[in-house]
């Protein structure tokens, strides 16, 4: 019937044009991380030769103690970064959402600030704050500049969340005898529930993508994964770097491939998915 | 009904955001109105003046060409893998989604060093024409303004389709039918239906994508050389190697407040609510 | 004239349209009524283009649509929906056709205007989609698609977004419209009163084939089935066991050795039962029992279901079956008719010549 959403016998989206573009935008972004994938298996130092299929540079990796270090601050990071970021971002949400403060178009402004402003802006102020404070960069002032950029993201996340959440259910609740604390507990924390663990996991994921502000803030010994990588870039291009970055690919896969299989609804189509993703 | 006592929820996360948000920034902005980070000498415009400096401008011109570009190019290439994935059936939607995503959420980093693999004196693409002896000599493909643009499209393509779809899927595909019904081909149904109905989802990915790009970095200092150096490079310079923060501080002002009056211009528009979290 | 011959519409293994023919003269006022999902929309957007069949074809005035796409088929639709351009002004949604078609500003100005006057909304040209009213979004699509003078307007249950007494109005509005132009219209509805009251000819559709076509008064009074029966009005069944033809008239069985005259023909070729069905309207209540040439059971009341002009009484007959019965409670002289009660013991009667027999 007209269900049919946006499929359709007129071929829209079917031009020439159009598959050509999309064939060769998917190539564009495909070709540069299959090649990496292809050379982390390479025997040879050099990616203009082929010297056969070789494990050796996960061999490599396994063995670089510097680089495990790295993973282990990069992860130290992300999990206080989405627990502090989480929290702090769903009382913004809650708070905003369900009040109508004096200055509510001022605390929406500043919300939005983190995600507007280029990073390497809020990477500068916050290594000045840190420097003009004395205090000493380490893990800890990195993932409160990490949490500084990530209670944004993870508030509007939820707020999307919120947006859609009926009140009558609230007022239904407490008709029914629930007080304001079982309100919370019963009836909106569920309902609100995906869109904080959505938050929780974007939160999780800018943390290890981070690069920029993470170089900016963080002191010695506290290298994360993205410097680590950064570095090894910068001063000698190893075949290391397609191993580590294969398995970066894979964790990418899988995770996009977790959130694919939880939202088991595939006719929400595209929207729905990166409603909750990103 | 409403919850009274949760209005102090506001508290926590706002006196966390003025600490490590609004605190920095008017940091950075004291800093950028004094001589050479020393706060007794008393205030002096001189900072932002250099950056009028041929030098200086010439760098935050290409910054801002770099990044149109890119942003020129992420749409030229976004929009119809948009469109394509908004009207495919569910199936194929679903898989074309995925294959967007896996880049999204693949390391940034990562994504730009591939490039390298490809491009270097010794990449694949100077390796392949050697070998069809189109070329004598390995182009130079690395550390080129060309290298910086291609660099930029790749690594924010996803945040210009992502939009895009949100739009697309957005709008009533009975509108495209009625269109043909009343006689357009399936191009002028895009051109005078679709395309107006996605223009919000067009500012959207393109500020997504020319604003990290007009602040970008990583992409310049991995793919570029010295003539293609954006203003983040300069900015970086100014705090880790030449130390002049006052400098550094008015640069990322500059850039700051340019990026604030082109989002808050297109919002005043009323064209469309810049809604992120939509998007995210 | 439109012809569909053995049109077949297939999503996946499920047959939404299956061998469908139909004819709709010019001119005429034709509706496609039946249930959500009997395949109505997808004969409508078969016709407009939108869908592909996969079997059959479709002829206008003899000329096989099936390799002309969508936009350059002499058919216009108007959406449920509306699908109006919400980027567009009134003037310049009506206009679209016109301009795709590269028509002169003149000519575009005059015809859009005459439209805008033939739905009555001049005035309104200037004003943006978002802020019309439903009625009036209604009357700009129609504007839009009958502003190209297309030789069949298709119109996908234009009513149903409107409150009950604009569809009343839209009703009637619609009619003349379509009596003042003379296009053909192909109107789908699931509801039999828009149906009944606007069409020249009904083809009630059920599971991708239609049931029955013919008149309102055909399809009201003489229903071929007890589908069509059921969903046009209300009706009561009544189970036969065995039908005896006599040289006036049948007698027709029920169980519990019951029986009553009728002079309706028996279908023929049925499958299983056959069902006796007879409108609330056409069955009275007496205390004195039947007249001559009426057929009359004893009944007990149940219920009444007062409407104010109007109650169904619900009655149980003697050894048997639930019936409803319409009973006037005014008459036009101003004198009161005869009142029944709850509970009372009453009989039913209904004349030999009313009802039809129905095949399963």
Redesign the interface.
């Known amino acids: ?2 269900d ?12 020439f ?3 050509i ?2 064939i ?3 190539f ?6 299959i ?2 994938i292809i ?1 982390s298996f390479n025997a040879s130092r ?4 082929w010297g056969g299929f070789s494990l050796k540079w996960y061999v490599t990796m396994i063995q670089d103690g510097a680089l495990w270090s790295a993973i282990r601050n990069t992860l130290i990071i992300a999990i206080s970064n989405a627990v502090l970021s989480t ?3 769903t ?2 949400a ?3 959402s ?2 109508r ?1 004096r200055f509510s178009g001022l ?1 929406h402004k ?13 990477a ?6 840190f420097v ?1 404070f004395n205090f000493t960069l380490g893990l800890v002032s990195v993932i ?2 990490h ?2 950029f990530s ?1 944004s ?1 993870v ?3 939820v ?2 969340r919120l947006a859609g959440f009926d009140n009558r259910l ?2 239904a609740a ?1 008709d029914l005898g629930a007080n ?1 604390w079982q ?2 507990q019963k009836v909106i924390l569920p309902n609100i529930f995906p869109g904080i663990l959505a938050g929780a996991l ?1 939160a999780f ?1 800018l943390s ?2 981070d ?2 502000i993470t170089f ?1 803030t963080t002191g010695v010994g506290s290298t994360t ?2 410097l680590k ?2 570095s090894m ?1 910068k001063f000698g ?1 190893t075949p290391e ?2 191993a ?2 294969t398995l ?2 894979v964790f ?2 899988a ?3 977790a959130i ?1 299989f939880f939202e088991k609804n ?2 929400t ?3 729905a ?3 909750n ?2 | 009904m409403r919850i009274r006592e949760s209005q102090a929820l506001i508290l926590p996360p706002f006196f966390f955001l003025v600490i490590f948000f609004i605190l920095p920034v008017i940091i950075i902005l004291v800093l950028s109105l004094t001589h050479n980070k020393d706060l007794t000498a008393g205030i002096t415009l001189e900072n932002y003046t250099r950056i009028f400096d041929p030098l200086y401008l010439q760098v935050l011109i290409r910054s801002v060409v770099y990044a149109g570009l890119a942003t020129l190019f992420a749409l030229l290439i976004g929009f119809p893998l948009a469109y394509f994935i908004s009207f495919a059936n569910s199936r194929l939607k679903m898989m074309f989604m995925f294959l967007v995503l896996v880049p999204f959420w693949t390391n940034f980093l990562v994504r730009i060093f591939a490039w390298l693999t490809i491009l270097g004196r010794q990449g694949l693409i100077n390796s392949f024409l050697l070998w069809t002896g189109i070329i004598q000599d390995p182009l130079q493909l690395l550390h080129t303004p060309g290298a910086v643009i291609l660099g930029l499209i790749y690594g924010e393509l996803p945040f210009m389709v992502l939009p895009l779809i949100a739009a697309l899927d957005r709008m009533d595909v009975s509108l495209l039918e009625a269109a043909t019904d009343l006689g357009a081909s399936r191009f002028q149904a895009f051109q005078r239906i679709a395309l107006p109905l996605s223009i919000p989802g067009v500012i959207a990915g393109s500020i997504f994508v020319f604003i990290p790009a007009l602040g970008s970095f990583v992409v310049p200092d991995i793919l570029g050389g010295s003539d293609s150096f954006m203003v983040g490079n300069t900015i970086k310079n100014q705090f880790m190697t030449v130390r002049d923060w006052s400098f550094g501080s008015s640069l990322s002002m500059m850039l700051m407040l340019a990026v604030l009056f082109g989002v808050s211009a297109y919002l005043k528009k009323g064209s469309g609510d810049l809604n992120m979290g939509e998007y995210l | 004239m439109l012809e569909l011959r053995g049109l077949t519409k297939l999503y996946g293994d499920f047959p939404a349209v299956k061998d469908l023919d139909l004819v709709v003269q010019d001119s005429e006022f034709f509706c496609l009524l039946g249930p959500s999902g009997c395949g109505k929309t997808t004969t409508l957007r078969m016709i407009a283009g939108f869908e592909q069949p996969d079997a059959g074809e479709i002829l206008l005035n003899g000329n096989n649509l099936s390799r002309i796409p969508a936009h350059k088929r002499d058919i216009n639709t108007v959406f449920q929906s509306y699908a109006l351009f919400p980027h567009l002004s009134v003037f310049e949604n009506i206009a679209f056709g016109l301009r795709i078609s590269k028509r002169h500003e003149d000519e575009i100005s005059d015809r859009v205007n005459a439209m805008l006057k033939l739905v009555a909304l001049d005035g309104f040209e200037g004003r943006m989609p978002g802020r019309l009213s439903g009625g009036q979004q209604q009357r700009v699509t129609l504007a839009r698609a009958l502003v190209n003078e297309p030789k069949i307007l298709l119109l996908d249950e234009p009513l149903a977004a409107l409150d009950a007494k604009l569809r009343l109005q839209m009703q009637v509005e619609l009619s003349n419209i379509q009596r003042q132009i003379g296009i053909t219209f192909i109107f789908i509805t699931h509801n039999q009163e828009e149906a009944l009251t606007m069409a020249d000819r009904i083809a009630v559709m059920d599971q991708g084939h239609i049931c029955q076509i013919g008149g309102p008064d055909d399809i009201y009074l003489r229903p071929n089935s007890k589908f069509v029966a059921d969903f046009i009005g209300q009706m009561n069944f009544i189970k036969t066991s065995k039908i005896v033809s006599h040289t006036e008239s049948n007698e027709i069985f029920l169980a519990g050795e019951r029986s009553f005259l009728s002079t309706q023909p028996i279908p023929e070729n049925h499958r299983g039962d056959i069902f006796f069905g007879i409108r609330p309207e056409q069955l009275r209540m007496s205390r004195s029992g039947p007249l001559t040439r009426e057929n009359g059971f004893r009944a007990h009341i149940l219920n009444e279901i007062y409407y104010g002009d109007s109650s169904i009484f619900v009655v149980e007959l003697e050894k048997g079956e639930t019936v409803s019965i319409m009973h006037q409670n005014y008459m036009p002289s101003g004198s009161n008719p005869e009142s029944f009660l709850e509970g009372e013991d009453i009989f039913v009667c209904w004349g030999i010549q009313a009802g039809c027999l129905l095949p399963e």
């Open positions: 019937m007209s049919l959403g946006h499929q359709n016998d007129l071929a829209f989206g079917r031009g044009t159009v598959r573009i999309t060769g935008g998917l564009f972004l495909y070709i540069p991380i090649i990496l050379f050099f990616s203009s030769q929290i702090l971002g009382l913004a809650l708070a905003l369900r009040h403060y605390y500043v919300l939005h600030m983190p995600i507007i402003i280029p990073d390497i802006v809020q500068v102020s916050l290594l000045m704050l003009f409160l500049a949490a500084s209670i993201f508030a509007l996340v707020m999307a609230e007022e407490m304001r309100v919370f974007l994921t290890i993508d690069f920029v900016f994964l993205p990588i950064y870039i291009i770097i397609n580590i970055s970066l690919v990418s896969i995770a996009v491939s694919h595939p006719k189509g595209g929207k998915h990166v409603k993703i990103t």
